[in-house]
């Protein structure tokens, strides 16, 4: 690891930037990237202009806020592009949609302007400097996702982006292992991150996701790969449907709730319809689980909620009041919160939600998506220092006896991309045994085989669920 200047990290960065004109800040989420961003502005452009890209719309106004209360002062823009007007911005902050009404903005301002807008944006940006004739911004800042299309793999190039300094934010630590597990093809390849060769600048301060850890930045973890329910077990599902991938994605996350007595779970779907399907059929399943099980002490009383995206803000800060006073000291009790990752990403100035688990509920997330899920996943909750189980549920295809490799079997795929994800931000993880210590689950241990059909063992007829 490199040695750092003395003194404050904004001033390690800034001097940083006076030299070398561009830097990268490598930090753990929530250990404050962006209010050390906020800072390095005040102290590298105090009266300029600052353009500052934010990966998705969910974090765009928390970012604004952010930067206020560091005490930037001047005008705050956010360019929309067109794509609808942000309702919960406070007094005095301006939103535009085109690159004219942009370049009108930076050519009457005087004093400080900072732009705010996302990666989605790049090309009314482009045109503002193209067609309209903006000038070079004072310093340009981007937090990085660990996407799959790297939005901001251009931005190093100054005559699309012209920029006198340049500071790159990310969470992410560019660390590959040769284990078969993450380098196995998948559907959605390998997340971009930022390479390690200078394009993107030196690195000037390095924050390491196990010291967010232990200073109760970050809440530790561990993985649950629940693949208990399959066509070997007395359900038939027909996982050509959606539907009944969600029942089996459903049952096994009750099941893990069951056994590993986790009272209180946020479960994270990929829409507001799913949220409610989920929420409404929750019950039923877990009586289902509980018949199957022959444990009729389990989960005997289950409190669901829901969090969507389309809530005002009224509504999000009552769902989640209503859900952290829900009471689970009863043995058998339960409280779920189902919502997308963008719907608990916009609460993020309200006490987060207290939960002991929380379950990838959608199979097919982005690289992108499923990082702001572990990354909601793991914020901290008042008087809890207990690590979060991160509970993968698993959705087999109908037919001959599954595959239960997570280093080969397709249905895995979820679990794997989790651990990619994990990896790529975790300094603990030197090595597939030392993250395989963390995962619970027959997937852990089970060698890469496929047991043909005839294998399978005779079963009487089973109900349909």
Known sequence: M??????????????????????????AWGSGKTILAAETANRIAPDGTALVFIPDEEHLVPTVHTWRRCRRTGETVIL????????????????????RELATLVADTRGPLTVFTTYRNKPALQAAHREHDVPAWDILIAHLDLSDKAPWADLHEHDLWPARQRL???????????????????????????????????????????SAVDETQLRDYYIVVSDAFDSTL???????????????LLLSTVEALRVNDLRRCVFFTDSDDTSRHYAHYAIPTAIACNVWSGDHTS????????????DTPDQRSAALDAFNRTRTHEPGTSAVLFCTPKA???????????????????????????????????????DSTHPVALIVPVAFPKGTRPDRSLLSSPAYEPASSLLRILVSHDDRIANEESLLQRITGRAATAAPQRTSSTDEPDHPSRPAL
Request: net charge positive; proline share 8%.
């Open 80 to 99: 929309t592009g067109g794509r609808g007007r942000h309702e919960e911005l406070p007094a005095g902050i301006r939103q535009t949609g085109t690159a």
């Open 344 to 382: 608990l990403a916009a609460t993020s100035s309200l006490t987060p939600p207290a939960v002991d688990a929380a379950v990838i509920g959608h199979p097919d997330y982005s690289s992108a998506e499923l990082t702001s899920t572990v990354r909601q996943a793991l914020r901290p909750v008042v």
């Open 168 to 210: 790159y934010l990310s969470a992410a630590r560019q660390r590959h292992t040769g284990a078969s597990i993450f380098t196995r093809r998948t559907r959605r390849g390998r997340p971009a991150s930022v390479d390690e060769t200078g394009t993107y600048g030196p690195l000037a301060w390095d924050r390491t996701f196990s």
């Open 2 to 27: 490199p040695d750092f200047p003395d003194g404050p990290p904004a001033t390690a960065v800034a001097d940083v930037l006076r030299t070398r004109r561009t830097a990268r800040v490598r930090a």
């Open 234 to 248: 007395p359900f038939e599902f027909d996982s050509d449907t959606d539907a009944s991938r969600r029942t089996q």
């Open 299 to 310: 989960l005997r009383t289950m409190r669901r909620h829901t969090l969507l995206e389309h």
